[in-house]
């Protein structure tokens, strides 16, 4: 299956740059301490943000320790703050996790890696100083340029971690973890025909019942939907499951009964517990840790397209309607609410109620936000507008209306077809579709507060 039209990067996007300009004269004795076979100087264009130099630093590394245990340590010797480069050293771990390497105590490795983070007039200068177990020392190291003019942003290092969920042939629109103990032990699975429910036994999954989808209508071509754990008895009922035209529910009866019927319900954006015309998000979130409660804003959805018409109930303050969308995410503030819209119009539009802003973020169509202890106490997880096959998610802060990450990219083996927040609200769901092998692979994303 191609990848979907609404997971495509968001068209005529502009970078978005989350970067310093600083200055401060490179120090040549580095270079001359160690008897060094430099491989090269690798100038990177300037990217929205530092993924493009930590890969290549990273495959210089790798290539000369191999894949066997390293030791890694970091020296900022740049002007760049303490956050930025918390930020950076995040990313090279993860990139040499990519690329192969495993990280040990220093008297266990086969090579032990300084990397140093440096600078001369023009550009930023990472030096990793390669001391294998036998052998000389080897330096190998990337410029990328400093954005000229680029306003300097302070940020939260965090680490988004991507969990394996579950991995089938067919596609899958969304999972639900419906029980879980330090991991999850029971989910639901929807695709285009049915919903699979799943218990973990012995490290594997094993089917544990199947409901099918009654639908009338073909469904489009680049076919969405979403299981929306209700947990309310007051409802009457476990799951709600949203299809392009078709809603389903899920009882509580035992064996369990899947009612499903023509419709054209509105799907909620948010994925909070819900309680009554409220969503709320219980997990640790902000340092007081207090839940937040937010009206259950939805949307609808075009019944034979890939996106949401625009129309919402409740408004969010002045407004009804929105452009036509392909995702929402909420960031609180202490004064508003703010939304962000990824737009069928290539756009982000923001809104806090009473003005809609339109801005173009080096992002794809798909946005998720999330509620944690970390950082500002809300990231919003946005898909790369990447141009390879492969794709990627990065986290984000709001402290006004620019983005700021605060996270290294995870990256895709595929495309990635979905991107949904939990129900309580602190971990999100991504689908992806494995390019190579064309299974569908669900994982589930966390943030870690640190490294």
Same mark, same amino acid.
């Given at each position: ?51 493009? &130099? ?42 040499? %996790? ?9 008297? %266990? ?49 965090? /680490? ?6 579950? /991995?089938?042939?067919? &596609? ?19 695709? &285009? ?26 469904? &489009? ?98 407004? /009804? ?25 290539? %756009? ?8 809609? %802003? ?94």
């Amino acid at each position: 299956m191609c990848k979907a039209v609404y997971n495509s990067a968001i068209v005529d996007v502009a970078s978005n740059p989350v970067y310093r300009a600083f200055r401060f004269p490179v120090r040549l004795h580095v270079f001359l301490r160690f008897s060094v076979l430099v491989l090269g100087l690798t100038t990177i264009s300037a990217a929205s943000d530092w993924n493009t &130099p930590e890969q290549s630093l990273a495959r210089k590394i790798i290539a000369v320790t191999g894949s066997g245990g390293v030791s890694v340590t970091f020296a900022n010797r740049s002007s760049l703050g303490k956050r930025e480069s918390d930020i950076i050293e995040n990313g090279l771990r993860s990139a040499l %996790q990519g690329v192969g390497a495993h990280f040990v105590v220093a008297d %266990q490795a086969s090579a032990k890696v300084i990397i140093s983070l440096s600078e001369n007039p023009s550009s930023y200068l990472w030096i990793a100083e390669i001391h294998p177990s036998a052998g000389d020392p080897v330096v190998v190291l990337v410029s990328t340029p400093r954005p000229e003019g680029s306003a300097a942003r302070d940020s939260v290092p965090l /680490t988004l971690r991507k969990i394996p969920l579950f /991995t089938q042939d067919r &596609p899958i629109l969304d999972v639900a973890v419906l029980e879980e103990a330090s991991s999850p032990t029971r989910i639901a699975v929807l695709d &285009p025909e049915q919903v699979s429910l799943y218990r973990a036994q012995n490290g594997r999954w094993q089917p544990e019942q199947t409901l099918v989808i009654a639908h009338d209508q073909p469904w &489009p071509r680049d076919l969405r939907g979403r299981i929306v754990v209700t947990r309310d008895a007051a409802r009457d009922h476990l799951l709600d499951v949203y299809l392009p035209g078709v809603f389903c529910t899920m009882s509580f009866a035992s064996p369990l009964r899947m009612d499903c019927r023509q419709s054209d319900d509105r799907w909620p954006l948010l994925a909070g517990m819900l309680n009554g015309s409220m969503a709320v998000f219980p997990s640790a979130g902000i340092a007081n840790g207090a839940s937040t409660v937010v009206p259950e804003v939805k949307a609808f959805f075009a019944p034979r397209r890939n996106f949401f018409t625009g129309v919402l109930t409740p408004g969010v303050g002045n407004f /009804t309607t929105v452009s036509k969308f392909f995702s929402a995410a909420l960031v609180p503030r202490e004064s508003e609410m703010l939304w962000l819209f990824a737009g069928t119009d290539g %756009q982000v539009h923001l809104l806090d109620g009473i003005t809609d %802003q339109a801005a173009k973020f080096a992002w794809g169509s798909d946005l998720a936000s999330v509620k944690t202890s970390c950082g500002a106490g809300w990231q919003v997880l946005a898909t790369s507008a990447g141009e390879g096959t492969n794709d990627s998610i990065r986290a984000y802060e709001f402290p006004d209306r620019d983005p700021v990450a605060v996270s290294p990219q995870v990256d895709f083996e595929g495309a990635i077809t979905a991107l949904w927040t939990e129900a309580r609200g602190d971990t999100a769901v991504a689908i992806s579709q494995n390019l190579d092998t064309g299974s569908y692979d669900a994982f589930r994303l966390a943030m870690a507060c640190g490294q």
